[in-house]
Each structure stands twice: as C-alpha cells, then as structure tokens.
T-cell receptor, first 114, second 116 residues
Framework: AQSVTQPDIHITVSEGASLELRCNYS??????LFWYVQSPGQGLQLLLK??????LVQGIKGFEAEFKRSQSSFNLRKPSVHWSDAAEYFC????????????FGAGTRLAVHP | EAGVAQSPRYKIIEKRQSVAFWCNPI?????LYWYQQILGQGPKLLIQ????????DSQLPKDRFSAERLKGVDSTLKIQPAKLEDSAVYLC??????????????FGPGTRLTVL
C-alpha cells in the first residue's frame, strides 16, 4: 500500500540556518511527489512537485527537494531559513491511474528562532 | 483566477448535532475532493468527485457523513450526527481532469469544526 513517512514531528532551527525536512514514501511505481506548506489557519500551498526528469526540483520561497529513488526519499531543503517559514510542512505522494489521489504524511512542524 | 472557496471558516457544535460545509471549486475544475485533517495528522481523503459522480468514497464514514455535488460545480459535505472525534479541519480541493499524467490539486482555506 502507498504511504508517506515524515520522521520528524517537530523541528526547530535558528533564523538563517539551513533546513532539511525528511520524507520517505512507499509506492510501487514511479511516484508523483509533492511538498505542501500550511500556515496557521490557512489551506495547503504547493511548494514544489516532482513528476519526472531532473531529480533536484526547485520550488517557491527558495525551497528545493531531491528525489532519491534508491532511498525512496524526497527531502525538502532550504539553505537559509526565514522567520516567515515557520509553518507545518506536508510531503505527499500522488497516486495516478485514472483518478488522481494524494496520500499525505503526518507533517513536520517547523519553528524558527530569531 | 479565484481560488477554492469554503464556508464557514469555523463552526462549533455540540455532539449529536448536524453540520454542513460548502465548497466552490476553481472554475472549470472537474474533480473535487474533501479531506479531513485531524490535529497532528496529515489530510485524509474522504470523498472524490469527478463532475457530479463519486469516484472514491472508501474512507467516508457513510453512517454519518454524506456529500453531494449536484450540478458538477459546488459541493456540500454534511455530518449527522456529529461525534467528538469529528473535530478537525475539513479541506476542499479541486483539480482539472484529463490530459493524462497527474493534475495538481488546489486547496481551499478549510473549515475548522469543533464538536463539544
């Protein structure tokens, strides 16, 4: 069965520090992979997505993610975190085959210290 | 382009009461999704419509939850009667259909339900 694991429930970083959020997926075929961000009281905003091709994908707000098939991972990175990046981050795998479906991880809550 | 609209944004009810949520998807999007997001968890798909037909409702608690999309545009999700464990954020999303591959989902702001 398809699943997504985000091992870190909470992460705290200092402003200006680098960030890496981990995501592991389980899916039988080549996955469609997504990272979403959710600020308090807001819906989900797409940061970036991987469908095929270059395994390093660039997203909005200076985020990037790298798809590693051998490790079934799709980790999210940012070289320098801003206080406004404090939010909850969700990794998701898209299941295709007629009707598109998203399966989400449990999320990682990011806190940023000044 | 207007995004996905949802109302109300917040709702507080007592257990055993009924409640309804409304969603208006992005114009022209054939596929509409309802998700339940319990605190501390990722969103879980409840039901998926393609136009006005249901294509996946395998995780919808059908004894108390119902949803409809009568004209293939906006949709209503209802809970009757509500239980304490229904306290969650209910997210609506829409996506275009067809074209092969995978179509991105666009999310609304959600409705936060508190059941007392």
């Amino acid at each position: 069965a398809q699943s997504v694991t985000q091992p870190d429930i909470h992460i705290t970083v200092s402003e200006g520090a680098s960030l890496e959020l981990r995501c592991n997926y389980s899916y039988g075929a080549t996955p469609y992979l997504f990272w979403y961000v959710q600020s308090p009281g807001q819906g989900l905003q797409l940061l970036l997505k991987y469908f095929s091709g270059d395994t390093l994908v660039q997203g909005i707000k200076g985020f990037e993610a790298e798809f590693k098939r051998s490790q079934s991972s799709f980790n999210l990175r940012k070289p320098s975190v801003h206080w406004s990046d404090a939010a909850e981050y969700f990794c998701a795998v898209g299941v295709s085959g007629g009707y598109n479906k998203l399966i989400f991880g449990a999320g990682t809550r990011l806190a940023v210290h000044p | 382009e207007a995004g996905v609209a949802q109302s109300p944004r917040y709702k507080i009810i007592e257990k055993r009461q009924s409640v309804a949520f409304w969603c208006n998807p992005i114009s022209g999007h054939a596929t509409l999704y309802w998700y339940q997001q319990i605190l501390g968890q990722g969103p879980k798909l409840l039901i998926q419509f393609q136009n006005n037909g249901v294509v996946d409702d395998s995780q919808l608690p059908k004894d108390r939850f119902s949803a409809e999309r009568l004209k293939g545009v906006d949709s209503t999700l209802k809970i009757q009667p509500a239980k304490l464990e229904d306290s969650a954020v209910y997210l609506c999303a829409s996506s275009p259909a067809g074209g092969g591959g995978y179509n991105e989902q666009f999310f609304g702001p959600g409705t936060r339900l508190t059941v007392l």
